[in-house]
């Protein structure tokens, strides 16, 4: 007997609750592609926007996995499990009709193998991210994911990108870009706030379609030998010890929301034991990054 583990995400079925989510194992389309042809419900590439300095941040990228003790260990198919990501990341260094010729290409081998092909916006001038919205839009995607959630704002250069704390702002993003497409909005919201479910009701209110909580945090370890940060900053931290606080939030905006309201649990999730936690949680579908980052695509098929 066959168990289906198709889901709803909004109005959009997917045929499986695991969601490849955005990083830099999702820049090119040799990535892309094995997150589709290793059996993700939904696949969200690396986002973009109009901001050369968010791009050129990129050249500048650096990660590092951190063991148990925060010394550095190695990437790989036997990466533990409880390792740590640490990164000073940007955004994809294809400019955006690049960009978005890859995701058509992308987008045909993911309906061929029932996959949902997400392109990711995020945003740092509005007006500009609308007018790239209708763009996507009029290409025929079936979703957009923006995110207004990253963790690098303040360590970013000035309008690279944005960590939106305010309801308020919120609402007022979610209704421009909503107003201004026809297909399913995927709001991405911060973790760095103690109102992630008022975030979240905003971006409803105003039209979003899922809500993806939360972003990564922002995180600093000093390295004992330097005396100074690894990585030399601040930087995104993501590890299999944040499910605590994904489900925190998942549960508390769940019980704010009521059920009528898709939730995509990002930032945790190392396995599909994992998946079925955030779940239970409150989550319709449920987002992996750094660990396949880390470890290998094929931990989407097992």
Not at 64 to 72: D, I, K, M, T
């Amino acid at each position: 007997m066959s168990i289906s583990l198709e889901t709803v995400v909004g109005s959009i079925r997917i045929k499986n609750p695991v969601i490849a989510a955005s990083g830099e194992h999702m820049i090119d389309e040799e990535g892309i592609r094995s997150a589709i042809l290793a059996g993700a419900g939904a696949v969200v590439v690396k986002s973009t926007n109009e901001s050369v300095a968010a791009k050129d941040q990129l050249l500048r990228a650096e990660y590092v996995a951190l063991g148990p003790n925060w010394e550095p260990v190695a990437w790989g198919k036997n990466t533990s499990r409880d390792a740590t990501l640490l990164t000073r990341s940007g955004l994809t260094p294809l400019d955006f009709d690049q960009w978005l010729d890859q995701n058509l290409r992308m987008d045909q081998l993911a309906r061929q193998n029932d996959c949902l092909l997400v392109p990711s916006l995020i945003l740092a001038d509005l007006d500009k991210a609308v007018e790239m919205a209708k763009i996507v839009d009029a290409a025929g995607f079936r979703a957009l994911e923006f995110n207004i959630g990253t963790p690098y704002a303040s360590q970013a250069a000035n309008g690279a990108v944005t960590t939106e704390l305010s309801p308020d702002r919120v609402s007022l993003i979610t209704k421009a870009i909503r107003s201004a497409i026809s297909i399913p909005v995927w709001v991405k919201i911060t973790g760095q706030s103690e109102r992630v479910p008022d975030l979240a009701q905003s971006a409803f209110k105003d039209g979003a379609e899922s809500v993806v909580m939360a972003g990564r945090l922002l995180g600093m370890v000093p390295d004992l030998v330097t005396q100074a940060p690894i990585l030399g900053t601040s930087c995104g931290i993501g590890g299999f010890w944040n499910l605590a606080l994904t489900c925190h939030w998942l549960a508390t905006t769940r019980r704010q929301l009521g059920s009528n309201h898709s939730l995509i649990g990002i930032n945790g999730a190392t396995n599909g034991q994992d998946v079925a936690r955030m779940m239970l949680a409150g989550a319709s579908a449920v987002g992996l990054a750094y660990f396949v980052m880390l470890a290998g695509f094929h931990l989407i098929t097992d």
